[in-house]
């Protein structure tokens, strides 16, 4: 199993350009996350999804849209990328249900620059 | 919300036990404690999580007091491989999934 992967590794943006960045999991897991984490700081929530179809706003949505394609597949958009956006972008999913309160699996991350 | 706070850094040597202390005076009859160990350039990973007294797994163990204001992360014997950053969360599974990650505790571990 490859667990959570994301892609692209790097990236390089300019300002007002767009991207999405993609993340999949292979663990069968319903609730998928994505996370910012800026330089010396904890991860903060942009959006998560519970399930298949469902997302909804995390602590700093603004900026970002989301979209759960399948069970596996939840990807994170920046329409129009500001230097403010600049982290490092972690994906994470974990099985959650009626009182299951487990792990979550983190891919590798996505480090954008915006200039 | 449950907003945790931790020391910002520590240090320890090989071969001692550490321990690392997180506040959370807010948390909820629901949530349940959890600590993440992250590496650099890599994504958190799981160490250990509990809801009260005590829990221990092959790493680690999580002691929590009966009010669970707060709890403390205890690494037995570290090695040079533990400097690390450990962030203590709090789970919250209400309706607006609020996992709200603290700064993080970065440990360096001396020879």
């Known amino acids: 199993n490859a667990g959570v992967t994301q892609t692209p590794k790097f990236q390089v943006l300019k300002t007002g350009q767009s991207m999405t960045l993609q993340c999949a999991q292979d663990?069968?897991?319903?609730?998928m996350y994505w996370y910012r984490q800026d330089p010396g700081m904890g991860l903060r929530l942009i959006y998560y999804?519970?399930?298949?179809?469902?997302?909804d706003k995390g602590e700093v949505p603004n900026g970002y849209n989301v979209s759960r394609l399948n069970k596996r597949e939840f990807s994170l958009r920046l329409e129009s990328a500001a230097p403010s956006q600049t982290s490092v972008y972690f994906c994470?999913?974990?099985?959650?249900?009626?009182?299951?309160?487990?792990?979550?699996?983190f891919g590798p991350g996505t480090r954008l620059t915006v200039l | 919300l449950a907003k945790t706070t931790q020391p910002i850094s520590m240090d320890s040597y090989e071969g001692q036990e550490v321990n690392i202390t997180c506040s959370h005076n807010?948390?909820?009859?629901?949530?349940?404690i959890t600590w993440y160990q992250q590496f650099p350039s890599q994504g958190p990973r799981f160490i250990i999580q509990?809801?009260?007294?005590?829990v221990t797994n092959e790493v680690a163990s999580l002691f929590i007091p009966a009010d669970r204001k707060s709890s403390t992360l205890s690494l037995p014997r570290v090695s040079l491989s533990d400097t690390a950053v450990y962030y203590c969360?709090?789970?919250?599974?209400?309706?607006?999934?609020?996992?709200?990650w603290g700064a993080g505790t970065k440990l360096i571990i001396k020879p």
């Open positions: 969360l709090v789970d919250s599974l209400d309706s607006n999934y609020q996992l709200i």
């Open positions: 663990m069968n897991h319903n609730s």
């Open positions: 999804s519970a399930s298949e179809g469902t997302t």
């Open positions: 994470a999913s974990r099985k959650t249900g009626a009182s299951s309160y487990n792990e979550q699996f």
């Open positions: 509990g809801y009260k007294t005590k």
């Open positions: 807010n948390i909820a009859t629901n949530d349940y």
